[in-house]
């Protein structure tokens, strides 16, 4: 993946902090090729927020049981609290700073938005990323598939029933059988 991008167009992101043994990292965050050198112990989560400013993916439990920290791994759910930035190498990395595309919601977006699925919004960007992989993989779940796909992130506010049918008016809206309000 990486021997096909544009290294023109490559984001280079200074070293912070103490000299240190790196590695260089090549990735794609949200579609931009990404270039850093980084301690090989650096977390994904700090690497996004850091040294890239993409503070959407937020922090709670810090060991993979809250899902607030989810973001994209080659189209599929991570939490980038426990996942070494360098694995992200060569792969492509989507934030919820990445979902929206020329100033228009997601329709995932527009489907939390419509439903009200969010209250404090903490668990929201991993709430759609997780969504997100979920219907590239099965544009029609059930509700108990949609309940068990998004299990590993939980939401203090909601209860959860106005989730479910964001996730249900998002498939909607992409399969075409909905316009958007
Ligand atoms: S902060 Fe990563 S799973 Fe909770
Ligand atoms: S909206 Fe508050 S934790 Fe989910």
């Not at 993916?57 to 930035?85: E, I, M, N, Y």
Request: charged share 25%.
């Amino acid at each position: 993946m990486i021997d096909r991008l544009d290294t023109r167009e490559t984001e280079s992101v200074p070293a912070t902090g103490e000299a240190a043994t790196t590695i260089r990292l090549e990735t794609v965050v949200n579609g931009r090729p990404v270039s850093a050198e980084i301690e090989p112990r650096t977390l994904l989560l700090d690497f996004l927020r850091d040294r890239l400013g993409l503070t959407g993916a937020k922090r709670s439990c810090d060991v993979q049981v809250c899902g607030v920290c989810t973001v994209l791994l080659d189209g599929k759910p991570v939490s980038a609290c426990s996942t070494l930035a360098y694995e992200a190498h060569g792969r492509e990395v989507l934030t919820i700073e990445g979902l929206a595309r020329f100033g228009e919601l997601h329709p995932i977006q527009q489907a939390f938005m419509e439903r009200t699925a969010i209250q404090c919004g903490f668990c929201t960007p991993g709430m759609i990323l997780t969504t997100k992989a979920l219907l590239d993989e099965n544009p029609r779940p059930t509700r108990e598939e949609i309940a068990a796909y998004l299990g590993g992130n939980l939401c203090r506010c909601t209860g959860y029933w106005m989730i479910i049918e964001a996730v249900e008016h998002a498939a909607r809206l992409m399969a075409g059988e909905e316009d958007r309000s």
